[in-house]
Structures are given as structure tokens and as C-alpha cells.
T-cell receptor
């Protein structure tokens, strides 16, 4: 069966520091991969998606970037965090149905 | 411009009664609709889906109805249980190779014992 893991689960970072959130999927090959964010009291906003290794599409202009160095690995990064980057970040995979990881809470202070 | 809207931020229902969660969309090209359930600090879990060529899909206590002419879908939970208390998101799939989902803002359901 397929599983998805993302880490770290929680992190508190100072403004201006870098960020790296990692996500891996097991039990499937060449999945579509997604990064979503849920800001406090808001819905789920699609940040990036990838249909293959090295193929990244950005949905909204922002301070973040994504990379897919391997087929089942998806990384969300930032060189310098802003306060507005705080939120709950979710990695997901799938096609007809999308399945989510456990989420990562980011607080920028 | 919100393509998927959930206009009710919250809903409170007595245990055993029916819960009806609503969702509206604007893009007639969406080809697949899904409902997710989310607890705080957890990832959403898939609940039920419906293809745009159908008007009803049922799975146990959960039924999703789709009215394409009105661009409206609803999730019915019968009977409602306290464990159903969570935030429910509807989502619509973009019919291209990305298969990305556009989500509504969610409805918080509280089922009172």
C-alpha cells in the first residue's frame, strides 16, 4: 500500500532563516506530488505541484520554492522566511484522488 | 476569485440527525469532486468522491450529491455521530495532467451528543 511521510512535524524558525520541509511517498512510482498550505482559519491553498522529476509548477508567487530531486521525494524550501510564511504545510500525492501527509506546523517568529 | 466555495463556516447538528454540508463551484470544466475530513493538526483524509457524469454517490453513512446545472454539491451524513465532528473540505479537480485540486474554505461540523 502507498504511504506518505513528511517532516519535521513542527518547527519554529526566526524571520530570515532558511526552511526545508521534506516529503517522501512509498508504494507507488511517478506520482503527482503537491504542496498545500493552510493558513490559520483558512482553506487549503495549492503552492506547488510536480508531475515528474525536476518538473515543478508554482501556483502562487511567494517566498517559497519546491524541488523534486527523486521520483518520490518532494522538498519545500525557503532561503529567508517571512512572518507570513507561518502555517500548516501539507504534502500530498495522487491523481484521481489526492492523499495527504500528516502535515508540518511552521511558526515564524 | 474563489472557484470553490463553502459558504457555511460552521454547522451544529444533534447526534442521530442528518448533517448536510454544501459546496458551490464556478468552473464547469471541473470533472471530479471530493470531500475530505480534517482534524486539527492532521492532514485531511479522503472521504468520498463523485465524477461529474454522476449525480449521486453513496458510501455507508455518507452520500454526495452533484447538481451540475446549479454547480452545487452536497455531502449528507446520516446518522451523524459525535466522531464526525471535524472540518470538512470540498474539492474540485482540474481536468488536466496536473490533477490538482481546488479546495473550498471548509465547514466545521459539530455533532452534539
Amino acid at each position: 500500500s502507498q504511504t506518505i511521510h513528511q517532516w519535521p512535524a513542527t518547527l519554529v524558525q526566526p524571520v530570515g532563516s532558511p526552511l526545508s520541509l521534506e516529503c517522501t511517498v512509498e508504494g507507488t512510482s511517478n506520482p503527482n506530488l503537491y504542496w498545500y498550505r493552510q493558513a490559520a482559519g483558512r482553506g487549503l491553498q495549492l503552492l506547488f505541484y510536480s508531475v515528474g522529476i525536476g518538473q515543478i509548477s508554482s501556483e502562487v508567487p511567494q517566498n517559497l520554492s519546491a524541488s523534486r530531486p527523486q521520483d518520490r521525494q518532494f522538498i519545500l524550501s525557503s532561503k529567508k522566511l517571512l512572518l507570513s510564511d507561518s502555517g500548516f504545510y501539507l504534502c500530498a500525492w495522487g491523481q484521481y484522488t489526492i492523499y495527504f501527509g500528516e502535515g508540518s506546523w511552521l511558526t515564524v517568529v | 476569485d474563489q472557484q470553490v466555495k463553502q459558504n457555511s463556516p460552521s454547522l451544529s447538528v444533534q447526534e442521530g440527525r442528518i448533517s448536510i454540508l454544501n459546496c458551490d463551484y464556478t468552473n464547469s470544466m471541473f470533472d471530479y469532486f471530493l470531500w475530505y475530513k480534517k482534524y486539527p493538526a492532521e492532514g485531511p483524509t479522503f472521504l468520498i468522491s463523485i465524477s461529474s457524469i454522476k449525480d449521486k454517490n453513496e458510501d455507508g453513512r455518507f452520500t454526495v450529491f452533484l447538481n451540475k446545472s446549479a454547480k452545487h454539491l452536497s455531502l449528507h451524513i446520516v446518522p451523524s455521530q459525535p466522531g464526525d465532528s471535524a472540518v470538512y473540505f470540498c474539492a474540485a479537480r482540474v481536468p488536466d495532467s496536473s490533477y490538482k485540486l481546488i479546495f473550498g474554505s471548509g465547514t466545521r461540523l459539530l455533532v452534539r451528543p
